[in-house]
């Protein structure tokens, strides 16, 4: 796929999607720590049902600390994995107090040293809340970058590196969220939605539904 050909894809995804952001509710970094982490393998719906419980009542580390392994278990129950989850919120929590001053990091290395948090979720918040261009490959990206031509990997990272290199500058800051929400409303995985896609006549995939 050419540059023109990617600038036009991305400037049709901008104007279709004209504010590109999480569907993850939060009120501040700390609350899109935690939905992102609750987030692997879910739902975001189903998280945000979730939280809405939650952070009402703990929307501090030290608050979700007091509330235990049980306590948080409780509000956390309807997510999948939510016990190894609360294992890993509740660590990170108490890192979050003892090492960071109850403040969530900006860098890389720190966000990645916390319980939970690999590469993709590391890059949400990076991009979402500090405002960095970077791009979480998440099963959509993922999906997305090899159906459509923008960035074939055969793995995330892979994706992510060829994403970073190719994707407009004018555009990089939104590319994470214009493709996820592409990928989960039009392009979804098992019948994308073709005929209602504007990217119709740049995107590469062989097989289009009518």
Avoid: W
């Amino acid at each position: 796929m050419n540059a023109e050909k990617r600038r036009e894809i991305f400037k049709r995804l901008s104007e279709a999607i004209p504010e590109p952001k999480t569907e993850l509710t939060h009120t501040s970094t700390f609350e899109l720590l935690i939905a992102v982490i609750l987030s692997a393998q879910a739902t975001d719906k189903g998280v945000n049902i979730a939280t809405a419980k939650l952070f009402p009542v703990a929307n501090t580390p030290q608050a979700i600390v007091d509330l235990g392994l049980d306590g948080l278990e409780s509000y956390i129950k309807t997510i999948g994995l939510y016990r190894s989850k609360a294992k890993n919120v509740l660590a990170t929590c108490r890192m979050l107090v003892e090492q960071y001053n109850s403040e969530v990091p900006r860098t890389r290395e720190a966000l990645e040293s916390l319980p939970g948090v690999g590469r993709k979720t590391a890059n949400v918040i990076l991009n979402t809340a500090f405002g960095e261009a970077t791009i979480a490959v998440d099963t959509h990206i993922f999906r997305l970058g090899n159906r459509i031509g923008l960035a074939p990997g055969k793995t995330p990272l892979e994706v992510e590196k060829k994403l970073l290199k190719t994707v407009p500058k004018e555009y990089m800051q939104d590319a994470h969220h214009l493709l996820i929400l592409h990928g989960r409303y039009v392009c979804v995985a098992r019948k994308p939605k073709c005929a209602a896609c504007v990217i119709y006549d740049q995107c590469e995939y062989k097989e289009k539904t009518a």
